[in-house]
C-alpha cells in the first residue's frame, strides 16, 4: 500500500470496534469485569483487557497501532505530550550514572529537560553537528544513548539517520530519533536503522492544533544487553521486548503520563489526512522558502535551498521534500518583530505543525532558558524568525510574507 491508502485501510483500521470506521471513544476511567478471577488474570496479563484507562484504552490503543503501523515498529506508546514521550523514552532504561550523547540544535524544550535529567544523575555530551565524524571521540564508559532530531527545530539541521544508526551500534547504543517535523510522510526512522521514533502528536500528527500529546515507538530490534542498560533490569525474559514491556507495564504506567481517549480519537483523525497535509505543507514551504531567499536583505534556511549543507541530504532521505518550517534572519531584532507584526495570515503562536500558518521570534519566547551560545547552536539569533507554514494558498503566503518584509523596512 501507499503511504494514502495505508492511512485509511491499514491493517488497524480494521480493529476498530463494531466495525467503526474511526475508533469509538472510550471515555472511561475504568472497565468492568464479571469476576474477580477475570480481573486478576487481566492484572497479572494471564487474560487479554482493559483494566484502568492509565494503564491502557481502547482508543488509545487504537492510536497506537495506526502510528506503529505507519512507522514500520513493533509497538507503541501514546503519552499525554511529546515533552512526556521523550522523558519516558529515555528513564525507560537509564538510571543515575549514565549519560546521553545529543545534538546541540535539540527542541529547546529537549535542552531544558536534559539540564533537569542532570539532578538525577543523568547527564548529557553535545556534538555541534550529529555526524558520525563529530560523534567520533565521543562515547565513553558511561554513554547509553544517542539522541537527536531528524529535523531540528529551529535549527533544521537533518540528521543522516543510517550512518548514525550504523554508528551507534558499532558502540552498543541505541539510537533514539524525534521524528515531531519529518513524521512518517518524510521518513521511517526505523527502517533506516533506529531504534526508538518519539514524536510530539501535538504538531503534523494532530495537525489541527487540537491536542497536546506525545508516542513512544520501539522498532523491537535493539539487542538490550542487560548488565549493560541496568534499567532494564528485571525485564531480562522480555529479550528485545524489555524496553517495550517496561515502558507499557512498568515506569509508563506508574510515571502516569497517559494519552486521553479523546486526544488518540482527535489524533487518529488527524492521521488519516497527514499525507495531504505534509504535501500540500512541504511545498508551501519550499515555494515560500524560495520566494523570500530572493530578497537581499533576509538571510533564509530551509533544508531544500542550494546553500543548505543539508540539501542532497534532505532530498535523498525526506522523500525529496524539505519539511514545513523555515527560518529566516531579519537584519535585526526590531526588523524581525516588524516583519512579525505586519504579517496578515500567519498567525503569531508557538508550536509547529498546524494546518495554519504560525510565526515566533524564538530568542524572546522558546529559548529564554538559554544561554547565547546555547541559542545560536540551536540556529537561533536575535534576528531569527520561525515560520511552520500551513495549507493556505502559496500564492496568499507569498505575498504576505514579501509586503510584510517591505512594510518592515
Ligand atoms: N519535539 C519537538 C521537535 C518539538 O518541536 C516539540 C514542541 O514544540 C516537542 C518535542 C515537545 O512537544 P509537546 O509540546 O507536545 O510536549
Known amino acids: 500500500m501507499e503511504f494514502n491508502t495505508k492511512l485509511l485501510h491499514g491493517t488497524a483500521v480494521k480493529r476498530y470496534a463494531e466495525g467503526a470506521t474511526l475508533p469509538p471513544i472510550a471515555q472511561v476511567n475504568a472497565f468492568r469485569y464479571n469476576s474477580a478471577e477475570e480481573l486478576d488474570r487481566v492484572f497479572h496479563h494471564r487474560a ?9 484504552n481502547p482508543t488509545v490503543t487504537a492510536f497506537e497501532q495506526r502510528i506503529s503501523e505507519m512507522e514500520g515498529g513493533s509497538a507503541a506508546v501514546a503519552c499525554s505530550s511529546g515533552m512526556t514521550a521523550i522523558m519516558l523514552s529515555l528513564l525507560n532504561f537509564l538510571c543515575s550514572g549514565d549519560e546521553i550523547i545529543a545534538s546541540a540544535g535539540l527542541y529547546g524544550g529537549s535542552f531544558d529537560l536534559f539540564k533537569d535529567l542532570e539532578k538525577l544523575g543523568i547527564t548529557t555530551k553535545y556534538v555541534r553537528h550529529m555526524t558520525p565524524e563529530e560523534l567520533g571521540p565521543l562515547p565513553g564508559e558511561r554513554t547509553r544513548v544517542i539522541f537527536g532530531e531528524v529535523i531540528s527545530n529551529p535549527g533544521l539541521e537533518v540528521m543522516d539517520i543510517r550512518s548514525v544508526a550504523d554508528f551507534a551500534h558499532g558502540h552498543g547504543l541505541p539510537l533514539i530519533v524525534d521524528a515531531t517535523t519529518a513524521t512518517p510522510f518524510l521518513v ?7 531504534d526508538i521514533v518519539v514524536h510530539s502528536t501535538t504538531k503534523y500528527i494532530n495537525g489541527s492544533g487540537s491536542a497536546i500529546g506525545g508516542v513512544i515507538i520501539d522498532s523491537g530490534r535493539f539487542p538490550w544487553d542487560f548488565g549493560k542498560f541496568r534499567g532494564l533490569g528485571g525485564y531480562q525474559a522480555f529479550g528485545k521486548a524489555a524496553y517495550t514491556v517496561r515502558l507499557r507495564t512498568g515506569l509508563g504506567e506508574n510515571a502516569g503520563g497517559c494519552m486521553t481517549p479523546v486526544t488518540a480519537f482527535l489524533n487518529v483523525t ?33 533544508p531544500l535551498l542550494p546553500q543548505s549543507r543539508y540539501r542532497d541530504l534532505a532530498f535523498r532521505q525526506l522523500n525529496e521534500m524539505g519539511g514545513g518550517i523555515l527560518t529566516f534572519r531579519a537584519g535585526s531584532r526590531e526588523k524581525a518583530f516588524g516583519i512579525i507584526n505586519a504579517l496578515h495570515y500567519a498567525v503569531k503562536a508557538t508550536s509547529i505543525g498546524d494546518v495554519r500558518t504560525l510565526v515566533i521570534h524564538p530568542a524572546s519566547t522558546l529559548y529564554i532558558q538559554s544561554t547565547k551560545e546555547q541559542r545560536e547552536a540551536a540556529g537561533v539569533y536575535e534576528d531569527t524568525v520561525r515560520v511552520s507554514v500551513g495549507i493556505e494558498d502559496a500564492k ?4 504576505d510574507f514579501c509586503e510584510a518584509v517591505s512594510a518592515s523596512r
Open 270 to 302: 488527524g492521521l488519516e489526512t497527514l499525507g495531504l497535509r505534509m504535501r500540500q505543507i512541504c511545498q508551501n514551504a519550499q515555494k515560500l522558502a524560495e520566494a523570500l531567499d530572493q530578497i537581499p536583505e533576509i538571510q533564509v534556511n530551509y
Open 188 to 194: 521511517n526512522p526505523i527502517a533506516l536503522g533506529a
Open 48 to 56: 487479554a483487557g482493559y483494566s484502568y484507562s492509565r494503564v491502557g
Open 396 to 399: 496568499d503566503l507569498i505575498s
